[in-house]
Every structure is written in C-alpha cells, then in structure tokens.
C-alpha cells in the first residue's frame, strides 16, 4: 500500500478548511481516550497526531 500517496492526500486534505475541523475533532477524542497507548504525544498535534494514529500501529510493529 502506497504510504507516501496517503500521507500526501490527507496532508492536501488538512489544509482544506472541513479537513481542519475533522483534525481537531480527531485530536480531542484521542486527547480524551488518549490513555489506550499510553496517551498520543502533543508534540505531534495536527496533521501529524492524526497521520501517528493511522499509520502509528503498523510502524511501531
């Protein structure tokens, strides 16, 4: 699976402005069930919280 082209769609994707509010939902729920990986990073935060959930599983393996 071409990871490359679906880390670049959704970063086209968050900069478009219904892209923007959806990333910020995405955030405050894993924010609020942050603890099932021993909380998300805010360091990440954004696109790149969002893109750590996604692809996070598999590249931690």
Known sequence: MPLKNLFRRAQSFARSPEGKRMINQAG??????????????????????????????????
């Open 28 to 61: 405050r729920a894993a924010r609020s069930r942050g603890g099932r990986r021993g909380g998300t990073r805010p360091a990440g935060g954004g696109l790149m919280g969002l893109a750590q959930q996604f692809l996070g599983r598999g590249r931690r393996r």
